[in-house]
């Protein structure tokens, strides 16, 4: 123990009893709703320990059960997350049905609209891997009827003509191919010229003169010169022209009619029978006359004969008349 000098023992005493007293007297003083003081004084020094105690606990508490919810936010986050990629993938699967529904309507309705026209129907199940060549596979070969020359088309246009044929499979070389080209008229002014491709989006309509008129958004036909390819088949449009003051041509860049870089579904024509490419169309804007139930038209008037006049016999003469 410490040694408390004398001198300061009175002093410690007194403190002590002063201590005392003060704490009796509290004991014994009450205060608002019959609390006596002491306990007061003992609740105050208790609470702030009780605060900090509560706090850590509560805070470990929150702590370990944020760290829980956290790890189960997490695996919930996954699974939604695989969930939504799933649906996504699904999605991109119902679209892609539905443009193929959309396709094939659209050549259904184009081959029943020429239904007098012999003509294929094939996929588009590969293209070829040199960059600069445009030449798509189909799914129809010899045995399907397919011959070499014969022209493809889609309900927008001509896509090219068939090179190789195979037993299962034949090759189209596209319009845009620099090796390719077809036999084309403007539709304005029925002025011919071959349109050939330049292994770019654009193709190229040539020997057109410089005189000759010609306008942006013009439509390009087939001429059915090139003995593939019928008559007035949509071949592109006209994007832009120059006239080339060093050659009496101009320089005419056509837009194909049909998509090339989207081929999936093509037409193989059988024959160079004209097509009447607006036939499906004004089959189908037709005015049918709905019939009037309230006010029938009235059935017409039967036609009014005449009978032949009857013949009468003369009359006999009375007997004795001269």
Do not use: C
């Not at 609740?43 to 919810?69: C, D, F, K, M, R």
């Amino acid at each position: 123990m410490i040694a408390i000098p004398s001198r300061h023992k009175s002093l410690t005493l007194l403190a002590g009893v002063v201590v005392v007293q003060v704490l009796l007297l509290a004991a014994q003083i009450k205060r608002e709703q019959q609390v006596r003081l002491i306990r007061v004084w003992a609740v105050e020094l208790v609470s702030p320990l009780q605060h900090i105690a509560a706090w850590s606990i509560n805070g470990a508490a929150h702590g370990w059960g944020g760290y829980v919810g956290l790890r189960t936010a997490q695996k919930e986050n996954d699974a939604m997350r695989a969930e939504l990629d799933r649906l996504k993938i699904r999605n991109a699967e119902l679209e892609g049905r539905a443009l193929e529904a959309d396709r094939l309507d659209a050549l259904l309705n184009f081959h029943n609209a020429h239904a007098e026209t012999p003509m294929i129907a094939a996929h588009v199940i590969g293209g070829s891997p040199d960059s600069g060549s445009q030449t798509v596979n189909i799914d129809r070969g010899s045995r399907d009827g397919i011959r070499r020359d014969m022209g493809v088309i889609t309900p927008d246009g001509v896509v090219g003509k068939i090179f190789a044929v195979y037993p299962d499979i034949s090759q189209v070389l596209l319009i845009g191919d620099k090796e390719s080209g077809v036999g084309a008229l403007l539709s304005d002014t029925r002025t011919q010229g071959p349109v050939k491709g330049t292994g770019e989006p654009l193709l190229s309509l040539d020997y057109i003169s410089n005189d000759e008129k010609v306008t942006v958004g013009e439509a390009v036909l087939t001429s059915g010169q090139d003995r593939i390819f019928p008559k007035d088949l949509p071949v592109g449009t006209i994007v832009d022209f120059v006239s080339d003051p060093k050659t009496p041509f101009m320089r005419i860049r056509v837009k194909p009619a049909a998509r090339l870089d989207r081929l999936e579904e093509v037409l193989v024509l059988q024959t160079r029978q004209e097509l009447n490419m607006k036939k499906a169309s004004d089959a189908d804007t037709a005015p049918v006359a709905s019939p009037n139930v309230a006010n029938p038209p009235a059935a017409p008037a039967p036609p009014v004969t005449t009978a032949p006049p009857t013949p009468v016999a003369p009359a006999k003469k009375p007997a004795g008349a001269q």
